[in-house]
């Protein structure tokens, strides 16, 4: 062989060898752990919610009996629980309530933070009227409240407004919507009913009379409170 053909079978051979090596594997880029999934709790239903604020207040006073119309608010400054207590055989001179307690977030549920289990007192006979709450009088909620009797043949009902503060329940205004003297005043008796109109929020509201004769009175708001603007009130008294 010549020398020619020895370095080529020297070079064959040397790229043959280079084929049998074992090839370096690369490393295997680093995975990062995944993170756990925190699982979010579902929201609690209104009748949930409604259940878990009645967990954590008193059973109220043994005078009133409650339930049946339990309402749960959720305002700027925390949920608030109002509850319509009756007095079980009353006599006439007894009216009935409204509690309210104001609550907080805690844990998944409430906690009481205070409690006011006669935030409002109306009518006769263990219960008053009617209630509801509303936000055409104010900025706050105000709980309505009506409630009244008949005392001595002169019927007199009551419209309570109170607002639901932060620092507790306080009255807006107290004014009579019903009046009949009709069981007294037998020669000139009166028949008057009156109801809210042209409500401004926070400034101003009409309370509209029908009846034996018919008037407006205008309530203004002054500080704290609604007040008649003008003189006195023309409803007469008892």
């Not at 009166?190 to 400034?203: E, M």
Request: charged share 20%; hydrophobic share 40%.
């Amino acid at each position: 062989m010549t020398r020619g053909g020895s370095a080529l079978v020297a070079a064959l051979a040397a790229l043959l060898a280079g084929c049998d090596a074992t090839p370096v594997k690369a490393p295997a880029p680093a995975h990062k752990p995944r993170a756990k999934a925190v699982a979010t709790p579902a929201p609690r239903s209104p009748a949930q919610r409604l259940a878990d604020a009645l967990h954590v207040v008193p059973a109220g006073d043994s005078r009133y009996a409650f339930g049946g119309d339990d309402k749960l608010l959720d305002t700027g400054f925390g949920a608030v629980l109002l509850r319509h207590g009756k007095v079980p055989d009353a006599g006439h001179a007894e009216g009935g309530v409204i509690a309210a307690y104001y609550l907080r977030e805690q844990d998944g549920g409430f906690a009481l933070a205070r409690a006011y289990p006669e935030a409002a007192l109306s009518g006769s006979f263990g219960d008053l009227a009617k209630w509801s709450v509303s936000d055409k009088f104010a900025a706050l909620p105000v709980l309505v409240v009506e409630g009244g009797g008949t005392w001595q043949g002169c019927t007199v009902g009551q419209t309570d407004l109170i607002e639901l503060r932060p620092n507790g329940p306080a009255s807006l205004a107290s004014i009579v919507t019903t009046f009949d003297d009709s069981g007294v005043a037998q020669d000139t008796p009166q028949s008057l009913t009156g109801g809210f109109a042209d409500i401004v929020r926070d400034r101003s509201f009409i309370v509209r009379y029908e009846g034996t004769r018919s008037f407006a009175e205008r309530y203004v708001r002054r500080g704290d409170r609604f007040v008649i603007e003008g003189s006195e009130s023309q409803i007469p008294g008892c």
